[in-house]
């Protein structure tokens, strides 16, 4: 059994992006830049946005947190992001979610410029992602694909299962892994709550892609002896000891003993996520997708 340690995996991808900044620069152009919208004071919400931050400046990019307050109207921000869409110092913009219930998420993120969307989220994104068109991937599905791909997984003609059929994770990675692609060529199953057998069905994938969000969903009876499991899951419980610790949608110690790769919880998809968004936002500086 191999651990897939995508913390390693992406403080690699992240020398290699500052490596390519540093070249951006010598040419003599300026830094990409991200730019994040952060509205109302969700504490989750503000983590990400200065985790996102910190990896901007890490391997070299520019960032700009443009914070609102609850209060704020759904016309007022569309205006701002107007403004930032129309801002050529400005590579990629997201909108961190969720968003206050007087503004609409949709309204919101299909005024962001497709050029600009490095969340991977407008319909013009997913749509050149379902055709297998270069586009910004969301970050997630990307950074599975990418763990699958450094570890040099094999994924031809192998069945892969994946629990969960969010926009934002399960279909996007079964989509993404059932294209003519490598790492890709499965034939997937997406399972969800109405699923029957999900059992029956996860005890005959050769990969299991697990992003239900339900703690340590996924015991040993449901996973085939060298299957390769992937958990997307975070949750946080409180242990015995009244302490809190994160958890995936795996059982993973009882799990773990039976596959040939596993990822953890932390440590595995979660780093990577983190990655794609930095990938997208260079991919928008050096116009690879869009002129
Ligand atoms: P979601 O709630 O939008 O979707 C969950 C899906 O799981 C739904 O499609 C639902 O049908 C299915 N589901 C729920 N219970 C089920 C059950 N008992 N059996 C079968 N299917 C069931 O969640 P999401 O946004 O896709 O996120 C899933 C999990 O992944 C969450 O724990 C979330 O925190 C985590 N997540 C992690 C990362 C990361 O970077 N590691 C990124 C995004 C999401």
Partial sequence: ??????????????????????????????????AAILVGNDPASETYVNSKEKDCHEVGFTSKIYR?????????????IREINADDSIDGLIVQLPLPKHISENNVLLTIDYKKDVDGFHPQNVGRMMLGLPTYV??????????????????????CVVIGRS???????????????????????????????????????????????????????????????IDVGI??????????????????????????????VPRGVGPMTRISLLKNTL???KKEIYQ
Avoid: W
């Fill in 1 to 34: 059994m191999q651990i897939i340690d995508g913390k390693q995996i992406a403080g690699e991808i992240k020398l290699e992006i500052a490596n390519e900044v540093k070249e951006i620069i010598a040419k003599g152009h300026r830094a990409p830049c991200l």
């Fill in 68 to 80: 609102f307050g609850e209060q704020i109207t759904e016309n007022e921000l569309i205006e701002k």
């Fill in 138 to 159: 969301s970050a997630t599905p990307d950074g599975i694909v990418e763990l699958l791909a450094r570890y040099n997984i094999e994924t031809s003609g192998k069945n």
């Fill in 167 to 229: 926009n934002i994770v399960g279909r996007p990675v079964a989509n993404l892994l059932s294209q003519r692609t490598a790492p890709g060529d499965c034939t997937v199953t997406i399972c969800h709550s109405r699923t029957k057998n999900l059992k029956e069905i996860c005890a005959n994938a050769d990969i299991i892609i697990a992003a239900l969000g339900v703690a340590e969903f996924l015991k040993a009876d449901m996973v085939k002896d060298g299957a390769v499991v």
């Fill in 235 to 264: 949750t946080r419980i409180k242990t015995e000891s009244g302490k809190y610790k994160l958890v995936g949608d795996v059982k993973f110690d009882e799990v773990a003993p039976k596959c040939s790769y596993i990822t953890p």
């Fill in 283 to 285: 991919k928008a500086a």
